[in-house]
């Protein structure tokens, strides 16, 4: 069910300037909060999670083996954005598990590159259209200037990341094995200036970022005892950024307190 809308949520979601999606479920309660869950919006670091899912596809299927060594060279290092091998010297040998989990936990923009190279994109547009993410496509390496140059981009919304996570929970995402070693990754994640913000220590929260020019993102599992919810916030064109991450914070706080109160 569609849950109503209380007015300081209807006001988050419709800011002065730029665009607010909303997808969210509390598991146990079936309430959901939907807004502009269908607008496609640049996925920025959000992508990552589709990839982190067609990786351990690919581990699972044998093609991949996620303790084989991969060598950094000194090229791959060469990258804008945000991650920690850039900053480190080549010859460094990190696992493909490695790499996906520097893909989450600090958004590293050289392991996702890595591991997209690996797999392939077209590989990992074939996951995201199998687990019918309609509204999810990737069409460029990360921080790839001339791709973007060309008009390429990576594009999601906040009702497909909203299902991703939810297989996610449930443990469905490729498989259980797989479910629960990507949301132990997510529940590593270091970026908590959005959706764990406004949260008290004994709420947990397993979540993804995303932010480059003018959008702003956080999806992630937040858990407290009894009750999980599952949250998608998207933003674009919210001046200025301070604004929109407080924004996604005061809406994951608001919905834990109302999931909280129908548990």
């Given at each position: 069910?569609?849950?109503?809308?209380?007015?300081?949520?209807?006001?988050?979601?419709?800011?002065?300037?730029?665009?607010?999606?909303?997808?969210?479920?509390?598991?146990?309660?079936?309430?959901?909060?939907?807004?502009?869950?269908?607008?496609?919006?640049?996925?920025?670091?959000?992508?990552?999670?589709?990839?982190?899912?067609?990786?351990?596809?690919?581990?699972?299927?044998?093609?991949?083996?996620?303790?084989?060594?991969?060598?950094?060279?000194?090229?791959?290092?060469?990258?804008?954005?945000?991650?920690?091998?850039?900053?480190?010297?080549?010859g460094l040998q990190p696992?493909?598990?490695?790499?996906?989990?520097?893909?989450?936990?600090?958004?590293?923009?050289?392991?996702?590159?890595?591991?997209?190279?690996?797999?392939?994109?077209?590989?990992?547009?074939?996951?995201?259209?199998?687990?019918?993410?309609?509204?999810?496509?990737?069409?460029?390496?990360?921080?790839?200037?001339?791709a973007m140059s060309a008009?390429?981009?990576?594009?999601?919304?906040?009702?497909?990341?909203?299902?991703?996570?939810?297989?996610?929970?449930?443990?469905?995402?490729?498989?259980?094995?797989?479910?629960?070693?990507?949301?132990?990754?997510?529940?590593?994640?270091?970026?908590?200036?959005?959706?764990?913000?406004?949260?008290?220590?004994?709420?947990?929260?397993?979540?993804?970022?995303?932010?480059?020019?003018?959008?702003?993102?956080?999806?992630?599992?937040?858990?407290?005892?009894?009750?999980?919810?599952?949250?998608?916030?998207?933003t674009r064109g919210i001046?200025?950024?301070?604004?929109?991450?407080?924004?996604?914070?005061?809406?994951?706080?608001?919905?834990?307190?109302?999931?909280?109160?129908?548990?």
């Open positions: 069910m569609t849950t109503d809308f209380p007015p300081q949520l209807v006001e988050l979601l419709n800011p002065p300037t730029g665009v607010v999606a909303l997808a969210a479920r509390h598991l146990e309660s079936g309430r959901t909060w939907r807004h502009n869950e269908h607008v496609v919006i640049p996925s920025a670091s959000l992508i990552k999670l589709p990839i982190l899912a067609a990786f351990w596809a690919a581990v699972e299927a044998g093609r991949v083996d996620p303790n084989e060594r991969v060598t950094l060279a000194a090229e791959a290092l060469r990258l804008e954005g945000t991650g920690v091998l850039k900053a480190l010297s080549p696992t493909w598990s490695d790499l996906a989990t520097l893909m989450i936990t600090v958004s590293d923009n050289v392991a996702t590159n890595l591991i997209i190279d690996r797999l392939g994109m077209e590989t990992i547009q074939a996951w995201i259209d199998k687990a019918a993410l309609a509204e999810t496509r990737i069409e460029r390496r990360m921080m790839d200037r001339a008009g390429r981009g990576n594009w999601t919304s906040a009702a497909d990341m909203d299902a991703l996570l939810s297989a996610i929970a449930a443990e469905t995402c490729v498989s259980g094995g797989a479910s629960r070693e990507m949301r132990r990754v997510l529940g590593a994640q270091q970026i908590q200036d959005r959706l764990p913000r406004r949260l008290d220590e004994s709420v947990r929260v397993a979540n993804k970022t995303g932010n480059f020019a003018d959008v702003i993102h956080d999806a992630g599992i937040v858990m407290w005892p009894g009750g999980t919810l599952v949250i998608a916030v998207l001046r200025s950024a301070w604004r929109a991450m407080d924004t996604i914070a005061d809406i994951d706080a608001m919905l834990v307190q109302k999931s909280t109160e129908s548990s």
